[in-house]
């Protein structure tokens, strides 16, 4: 499709009308998480009741588990939990739940994903070569997954170093397996980002 001049000047003075009201990134991200969180359907018992809150049990007596949960039911307490507007990657989408099995609540939230091809330090250290070569970018995407999401439930989180049990349940042979089931994959390098991109 070829646009022509004044559709172009159009186009451009919408995106120009739309960022001209923020001054930063984070600003941008804030406001859109609020419009995120003002579609939240209301029900008779408030969601935020399946999150961990019972903080009379100590970490030793937690039974964890990996599971699926309903996405709309994942979607919603992921909105009412993370402060960054979270959305599915493409390609590879796998969106877990750790869940405390003596409370049946909800302790954190994982989200897997196709890797990006275009990452600096690790693309730095595996050797530049590799993404112009289609059998070895076919072969890394095989057998890597990104976090794109690992989102402790609060004050879970905090008081418990949630997000290190999260991301330590990423490089879990339980999640390997369920990688390899869904996608055909030989799992062999789980990488993330901090929220705002710095390489972890």
């Known amino acids: 499709m070829i646009l022509q001049k004044d559709d172009a000047l159009y186009c451009a003075k919408a995106f120009h009308d739309y960022f001209s009201d923020f001054g930063t990134i984070e600003q941008y991200m804030r406001d859109e998480k609020l419009k995120s969180i003002q579609n939240i359907p209301t029900s008779l018992f408030p969601i935020e009741d ?12 937690m039974d964890i588990e990996v599971c699926e949960i309903p996405n709309d039911t994942w ?5 009412i939990t993370s402060s960054h507007v979270n959305k599915a990657p493409v390609g590879r989408n796998i969106q877990l739940a750790v869940r405390e099995k003596n409370t049946q609540k909800i302790l954190g939230f994982i989200r897997l ?6 990452m600096k330090p690790r693309n730095d250290m595996l050797g530049q070569v590799w993404i112009q070569q289609p059998d070895s970018a076919q072969r890394f995407n095989g ?4 976090g794109f999401v690992i989102v402790p439930s609060q004050p ?3 008081n418990y170093l949630g997000g290190k049990l999260l991301s330590a349940i990423c490089t879990s042979h339980t999640v390997r397996e369920i990688c390899n089931k ?10 993330t980002t901090s929220l705002y991109g710095s390489t972890k």
Not at 50 to 61: A, E, G, N
Not at 75 to 79: A, N, V, W
Not at 143 to 146: A, E, L, R, Y
Not at 182 to 191: I, P, R
């Open 50 to 61: 399946d999150l961990f809150s019972d903080f009379s049990i100590h970490p030793k007596d």
């Open 75 to 79: 979607e919603t307490l992921l909105k």
């Open 156 to 158: 879970f989180g905090f």
């Open 143 to 146: 057998s890597t997954i990104m």
């Open 113 to 118: 994903g196709s890797p990006v091809i275009y």
């Open 182 to 191: 869904k996608y055909g994959m030989n799992l062999c390098l789980f990488e």
